[in-house]
């Protein structure tokens, strides 16, 4: 298939993808309109703040992709921005946790400006020991963290190494592998609009704790909103996506086929 080809298939999955998803789409407006909220109660001063508070504009920055793609079906692409964006947040704890970690932060690419160094973009065994997967989300079994350590995990291993978790999506047709772009499958689809949502409701609520911890004035209606940003995203997929009621799953209801 040529690229040209390929992309009027995106588009016209695009166009019928927005008649279909409006309730989604409507969600992730509600929840774009929360994030702004908290820029404009938390404004982010420059120096003073860098980089746990910076790190939110990260996670606002990926969310605002996150609808595209799935409109387009580019469903592994979309789980990628989730888990930078759960990542970030995982940073945003350590640093609020343990402040004297920013310079180990800032500092972890020492030859990232060396073009002929073979260590460009190694990080130093500092930060790879302080940032850890482990150190990002710590033991704590309450969401939100919970949700975003698991969801990370899961990521990870099918949407962004290349392990066997990168071969789920690979079906059989006339005796040879083939290997969609996109996605198609609205019920696989839908699955993967409310995991989005449901980490992007969970990083909102981590981020409270984040700047409670940082000391900054959260307010009660901006906390309550988080929480109803939860509860109605989970209200509209029992009546979307039933089949989902006992739990969001990880990033590709395939993994297990």
Not at 82 to 97: M, P, Q
């Amino acid at each position: 298939m040529k690229i040209t080809d390929h992309i009027a298939k995106e588009r016209e999955l695009f166009e019928t993808a927005l008649s279909v998803y409006p309730q989604e789409l409507a969600l992730f407006d509600k929840l774009s309109l929360l994030y702004d909220r908290f820029r404009g109660e938390w404004p982010i001063r420059v120096h003073a703040d860098l980089p746990p508070s910076a790190l939110f504009l990260v996670v606002s920055t990926q969310m605002l992709g996150i609808p595209t793609l799935l409109l387009l079906g580019r469903t592994t692409d979309a789980f990628a921005l989730i888990r930078r964006a759960i990542e970030a947040t995982g940073v945003a704890r350590v640093l609020t946790e343990n402040p004297s970690l920013e310079s180990v932060y800032v500092s972890a690419y020492p030859n990232v400006n060396d073009p002929n160094s073979l260590t460009q973009f190694e990080p130093t065994r500092e930060y790879k020991r302080a940032f850890s997967t482990k150190k990002l989300f710590g033991v704590a079994t309450d969401d939100p963290w919970r949700h975003l350590r698991v969801t990370f995990a899961s990521i990870s291993a099918i949407h962004s190494h290349a392990g066997l978790g990168a071969l789920i999506s690979q079906v059989v047709r006339s005796g040879q592998l083939f290997m969609p772009a996109v996605e198609t499958d609205h019920r696989e689809l839908l699955r993967c609009w409310y995991s989005a949502l449901a980490t992007f409701t969970a990083i909102a609520e981590a981020f409270v704790l984040i700047f409670r911890d940082q000391g900054r004035t959260v307010s009660n209606e901006s906390a309550r909103e988080a929480l109803a940003a939860r509860d109605e995203m989970q209200r509209t997929m029992a009546m979307r996506a039933p089949w989902m009621a006992h739990g969001i799953g990880g990033p590709s209801s395939r993994a297990g086929s």
